[in-house]
């Protein structure tokens, strides 16, 4: 069964920490992705790795950075949390063929205080 | 680059009526369209795609969606709701070629609710 797993559901932290949200995919998928959910806005995409070390800015990068040192893992780290910051969080993992849809995982829901 | 509009944030039908929830895209090379479904409390899971095969797209639980590329839209339709139907629903959008790796780029959602 194809599995994306976040590595928390619910996370809460406080403002100015170093916050890491760690994504692993087991379907051997190229494209690995990180967005933000938030009421009325729909999901906005942060980032997106559609290789191992490359990566492609979404339409919110600022205040986060991605690693992608293994094709299975995908990490958003979030540099010096902020209360702005606080949102879902969701990984989602796809295959380098148009044909085939992303799998989502649960998503963390992150707080920051 | 690609790009997603859902008209109408908020969609209020009756328990048996049809269901309509629009999604117009904007991409530079052919696209590839689905619709995902989030019912609360859950992640997102697809409802259907178009990858032009061809231009009605079949779901799960009776949706359609429509491809029209001639309006750039990718409409989806339930000839009756359930009351099972209240959910989110994403429209997005991704494309390979000429430079298109597959990013995908969803729509800011439409919540559909279900009167008795």
Redesign the interface.
């Known amino acids: 069964d194809v599995k994306v797993t976040q590595s928390s559901r619910y996370l809460v932290k406080r403002t100015g920490e170093k916050v890491f949200l760690e994504c692993v995919q087991d379907m051997d998928h190229e494209n690995m992705f990180w967005y933000r959910q938030d009421p009325g806005l729909g999901l906005r995409l942060i980032y997106f790795s559609y290789d191992v070390k490359m990566k492609e800015k979404g339409d919110i990068p600022e205040g986060y950075s991605v690693s992608r040192e293994k094709k299975e893992r995908f990490s958003l780290i979030l540099e010096s949390a902020s209360t702005n910051q606080t949102s879902m969080y969701l990984c989602a993992s796809s295959p380098h063929t148009g044909t085939t849809e992303a799998f989502f995982g649960q998503g963390t829901r992150l707080t920051v205080v | 680059a690609q790009s997603v509009t859902?008209l109408g944030?908020h969609v209020s039908v009756s328990e048996g009526a049809l269901v309509l929830l629009r999604c117009n895209y904007s991409s530079s090379v052919p696209p590839?369209l689905?619709w995902y479904v989030q019912y609360p409390n859950q992640?997102?899971?697809?409802l259907l795609?178009y990858?032009s095969a061809a231009t009605l797209a079949k779901g799960i639980n009776g949706f359609e969606a429509e491809f029209k590329k001639s309006e750039t839209s990718f409409h989806l339709t339930k000839p009756s709701a359930h009351m099972s139907d209240a959910a989110e629903y994403?429209c997005?959008v991704?494309?390979?070629g000429s430079g298109n790796?597959?990013?995908?780029?969803?729509?800011?959602?439409t919540t559909l609710q279900v009167k008795p």
Not at chain 2, 101 to 109: D, R, S
């Open positions: 859902q944030s590839y689905f992640g997102l899971q697809l795609k990858t994403f997005a991704s494309a390979y790796t597959g990013k995908l780029i969803f729509g800011q959602g």
